[in-house]
């Protein structure tokens, strides 16, 4: 399927963030707008990995809409694992992309790219968020009920700590589908760091809490040395569900 992609420049309290945007080439059969699902970045940044989830994604028929959340630290700034390997302290330069984060300016950015691309006030939306990107999924579905109507969050990090607004203390109050792949051999956000979100929303039959044998954190990524088929292809499948019925039903 052909697909049209754009990088807009939305305006935000703290200046410009990139937004990228890719979805089908054209209008679905009975016109309108493509169903929009929004990425929450992961650490290292918008990537050519990034840029392929979402073209991957788009070819389904759907508007992807990726917000620049590290703009406050520059713009687009990201790296890949030869730039790990190549010198190790630039790990402790993501961690202070990270740490300079705020649930609050996430979801800010979030508002920004829906606004900027012209997603309309009403139209309901998917989240999908990557390591630190699923626990903004989750920010987004407590904090806008009426309007993100799914999520998914791959190898997650961050669903539970012991600040009075952590997660996982609203987590079984969630009253729409969610979708949560994590990897059994995750050591950098091991299953037992989320387990009181995890008991949370235990009782949830709309709750799918996946989790994969021998798989590590960052599955998503062909190519990447933590790549895991059957963690990605089955959160694929399953996402893509979730999806379908979510915002097309």
């Known amino acids: 399927m052909p697909l049209r992609e754009e990088t807009i420049d939305a305006t935000t309290d703290d200046g410009e963030m990139v937004v990228v945007v890719k979805q089908p080439d054209g209008e679905p059969a009975g016109g309108g707008a493509w169903p929009t699902v929004a990425i929450f970045i992961d650490a290292p940044g918008l990537r050519p990995a990034t840029h392929e989830f979402m073209a991957r994604l788009a070819e389904h028929g759907y508007r992807v809409v990726t917000p620049d959340l590290h703009h406050r630290n520059g713009r687009l700034l990201h790296f890949e694992p030869k730039d790990f390997a190549e010198d190790p302290s630039r790990r402790e330069i993501v961690r ?25 006030d009403d139209a309901k939306v998917g989240v999908i968020g990557f390591c630190l990107g699923a626990r903004a999924v989750y920010r987004a579905m407590e904090r806008h009920p009426d309007r993100v109507a799914c999520g998914a969050g791959w190898h997650p990090s961050f669903l539970a700590d012991d600040e009075p607004d952590s997660p996982h203390l609203t987590a079984g109050g969630l009253d729409r589908p969610l979708y949560l792949g994590i990897g059994e051999a995750d050591e950098v956000q091991s299953i037992a760091m989320h387990q009181r979100f995890l008991d949370a929303v235990a009782d949830l039959p709309h709750v799918d809490v996946t989790t994969f044998p021998g798989a590590d954190h960052g599955y998503t990524w062909p190519g990447y040395p933590s790549y895991d088929e059957n963690a990605a292809e089955t959160s694929w499948s399953k996402t893509l569900a979730m999806l379908e019925s979510a915002l097309r039903t």
């Not at 202070?96 to 800010?108: A, K």
């Open 96 to 120: 202070g992309w990270i740490g300079s984060m705020t649930d609050d300016q996430i979801q800010h950015d979030f508002q920004c790219a829906l606004r900027t691309v012209g997603v309309a």
